[in-house]
Nanobody
Framework: QVLLEEHGGGLVRPGGSLRLSCVASGRTFSTYAMGWFRQAPGEDREFVAS????????YYSQSVRGRFAISRDNAQNTVYLQMNSLKPEDTAVYYC??????????????????WGQGTQVTVSS
C-alpha cells in the first residue's frame, strides 16, 4: 500500500502562485503515472493534471491548461503541481493520486486507486 502525502496548500491572492508537492512511499514510484485532482465545496471531484511514469507525457484539464504545470522527480518520489495565475474558482481541496489501473485513461478517476489526504488551496483577496 502506497502512502501519498501532499504539501504546499494555503491561501493566495488571485493572480498568485502556489506549488503543491506529493511525496510517495515505496520504491516503485517511477513505474506509476501520477495525477492531481481537486474538489470544491459542493462539487464533484475533478481531474486537474496527470503525468506518465517517465514524466514525458502530461495531460491537463481545459480549465487549468496554460496556467498549471505538473512535473515529477522520480529520485525524490515526488510529483509537483505548479499553479500560476490562480483564480478564485481554483479554490478546492487538491488530491494527489497514483494510477493503479491501465484499463482507463490518464484523466479518468477510475484509473487512480491510491489517494492522498488532500491539501486545501484557497484563492481569495
Amino acid at each position: 500500500q502506497v502512502l501519498l502525502e501532499e504539501h504546499g496548500g494555503g491561501l493566495v491572492r488571485p493572480g498568485g502562485s502556489l506549488r503543491l508537492s506529493c511525496v510517495a512511499s515505496g520504491r516503485t514510484f517511477s513505474t506509476y503515472a501520477m495525477g492531481w485532482f481537486r474538489q470544491a465545496p459542493g462539487e464533484d471531484r475533478e481531474f486537474v493534471a496527470s503525468i506518465s511514469g517517465s514524466g514525458v507525457d502530461t495531460y491537463y484539464s481545459q480549465s487549468v491548461r496554460g496556467r498549471f504545470a505538473i512535473s515529477r522527480d522520480n529520485a525524490q518520489n515526488t510529483v509537483y503541481l505548479q499553479m500560476n495565475s490562480l483564480k478564485p474558482e481554483d479554490t478546492a481541496v487538491y488530491y494527489c493520486a497514483r494510477r493503479d489501473r491501465s484499463d482507463y485513461d490518464m484523466i479518468s478517476q477510475l484509473s487512480f486507486g491510491s489517494w492522498g489526504q488532500g491539501t486545501q488551496v484557497t484563492v481569495s483577496s
